[in-house]
Structures are given as structure tokens and as C-alpha cells.
């Protein structure tokens, strides 16, 4: 039988069973980092299979699709930061939005747009009014397609915190880097291994350091190159 490993432990916990492993004939997961995990395993029964995306849906449309997306959705003259995912400490909520006061108090026209995709958004939405920033953060609620916003998006931006719960190589780095659309994200392993060389990667906890890579990212003239 095979067995495929796809997600990390929700709360941080060790991998159990991993010494039962050895008796399938194969094992897959979704990084080559999570199978350097598996030490009782041998080397040729293991097999890396990244998570899939739809790319149906998550292609690069040149910069004319992207003005026409930012006119129909209100955005137009708007420098765009998206979030999309579940709105959670663990996926760098508490960081991202200390950055975008460090950014907003500077730059006017920035808009950060935020995609939940999980329930659970009051606190964000009171954090929002409570910082002041309810002219450059936005929680959106309508039911649109997400790969419309993956691509007016000037940058995308997924600031981890950690890696639990996921497959280590998360659907919404895949399909940003799909659409051609600047991706800042946090410099983990196994993102790295994926994203190397084609996104701008943030140390862990790191406002100051965060704020400067997305600063950064939205001044160049043309950041999808």
C-alpha cells in the first residue's frame, strides 16, 4: 500500500507513526524537507508530490487584464496588497498588520485587500477600526472569484508564521506564482524549495523586515518581471 503524508501537524506536534512507515511500499509528501523527516523510511519508497492548483484558473494575464480587473473592482490608481487564506495568528495575521501601519503612515495609496477563507473575521475587522485603518485594509466578503484578485493584485503577500496544518507548500504561494503576480512570503525551508529566486522572502516574526520586502517589491517599475 502507499500512504501519502499531506499535511504538517496542526499544532506543532511531532510526526507519530513515523516508525510504521518502513512497512508500506511507498510514501508520499509534498516536500523534499518533510521527507528528510521520515528516517525510517528508505530513500526509494518515498515520493515528493507537490499540492496541485487549477491552472484552468491560475494563468498570467498581461498588465491590460490587470488595469480592466482594478476598474471593475473599484481599485483603479490603487497599489494592491492581497491576503488570501484563513485569518490566523498562525498565518501572520498579528505581523502583517503592524506592517501595514509601518507602510500606510508613509504611503497613501497603498490598499491591502484581505480574502478569508474560513469564518472568523470580527476580531480582524475591530482591529482594523481599532488601528485606524479602515482606508487601507479591506476584509473582503463578497463571494468573487479569487483568481480575479490573484491577479489585479500588485503583490501577494503571505506572511507564515509557521507551517502547521499545511502540506508545506501552500495552494496560495502556487497559484500567485501561476498568475505571474510578486509574491513577499516568510523564508521557510521548505518555501524556499519551491520559490527560490522567484518571490522576495521575510524572516519569521520580522515587521521592520517584512514592510521594507513589500515596499520594496510594489516600487519596481515593473515587479512581475
Known amino acids: 500500500k502507499v500512504h501519502t503524508l499531506r499535511s504538517y501537524p496542526r499544532r506543532g506536534g511531532k510526526l507519530w507513526g513515523a516508525l510504521f512507515l518502513n512497512l508500506l511500499d511507498g510514501v508520499t509528501v509534498p516536500t523534499a524537507i518533510f521527507a528528510k523527516k521520515l528516517w525510517s523510511v528508505p530513500a526509494t519508497r518515498i515520493n515528493v508530490v507537490h499540492s496541485p492548483i487549477n491552472l484552468k484558473k491560475f494563468f498570467p494575464r498581461d498588465n491590460k487584464d490587470k488595469s480592466t480587473l482594478k476598474k471593475r473592482y473599484g481599485y483603479q490608481g ?11 495568528e498562525n498565518k501572520g495575521m498579528p505581523l502583517l498588520f503592524q506592517a501595514i501601519s509601518q507602510i500606510t503612515s508613509k ?5 491591502f485587500l484581505f480574502l478569508p477563507r474560513h469564518p472568523g473575521i470580527k476580531p480582524w475587522i475591530d482591529l482594523i477600526q481599532m488601528l485606524g485603518l479602515g482606508n487601507y485594509a479591506r476584509i473582503i ?18 506572511p507564515y508564521a509557521n507551517l502547521w496544518g499545511t502540506d508545506g ?19 521557510f525551508p521548505e518555501l524556499k524549495e519551491i520559490a527560490e529566486g522567484a518571490v522576495e522572502f521575510a524572516n519569521v516574526d520580522d ?19
Open 169 to 187: 507548500n501552500p495552494s496560495c504561494l502556487l497559484e500567485a506564482l501561476a498568475c505571474g503576480t510578486p509574491v513577499v512570503t516568510t523564508a
Open 141 to 158: 466578503t463578497t463571494d468573487d472569484p479569487i483568481e480575479d484578485y490573484v491577479t489585479l493584485a500588485d503583490v501577494v503577500v503571505l
Open 78 to 88: 490603487k497599489k494592491v496588497v492581497l491576503y488570501y487564506g484563513a485569518m490566523t
Open 107 to 111: 504611503r497613501k495609496e497603498v490598499l
Open 207 to 225: 515587521v521592520p523586515g517584512l514592510a521594507e520586502k513589500l515596499q520594496q517589491t510594489l516600487e519596481q517599475p515593473d515587479p512581475r518581471k
